[in-house]
């Protein structure tokens, strides 16, 4: 059975640029070195978290590029901390792109809210839609329209029709089709 190699931080280098590389100095003398510093997974304090006198629990998720490891102050309690050797994005690029994601999904929310205050069914909807969606950017595309649109008659009509073109006969909601359900 796998151990995690337990080791006390010595020192540890967090560098200034999201790019540049985190080095971690070890009592015993080794070092982990390799992940960028924006690579750790939902950057956020961790300079406050890991620091000299803090233990390590060391383990790499076997095939994969994300190293994961566990950080304590007593070798009690441990937190999970996640880094990735592939490329995670900055908090600042991540802000950016939820940002984006949404306003996209809002922008074309309010064009279904129009489309369905102008009487269009489900099938007119779908041919007017962006062809940018997934799955899940389309089911909350049309959750919006239908909760924004002012013609409550023909959004019902339209929530009733989507939720049953996925197998939901609910006025319940609005089904999103990038979930499935798995049953017998």
Known sequence: MFEPREEELEKVEWPKEDKDRVTFYFKRGSIWSGAKRKDFWRLGAWEDLIKPGTW??????????????????????????????????????EEKSDKAYFNFVEREGKKIAKWIDAGKSLGQIDDLIDDGHTGNTYGCALAYGIQHAKNKSNSDKIKISHNMKHGVISDKGVVNPAIITIGR
């Open 56 to 93: 390590f629990k060391l383990q790499t998720v076997g095939y994969s590029g994300i190293i994961g490891f566990q950080i304590s102050t007593d070798r009690k309690t441990w937190k999970d901390v996640w880094c990735a050797l592939n490329n995670f994005p900055t908090k600042k690029e």
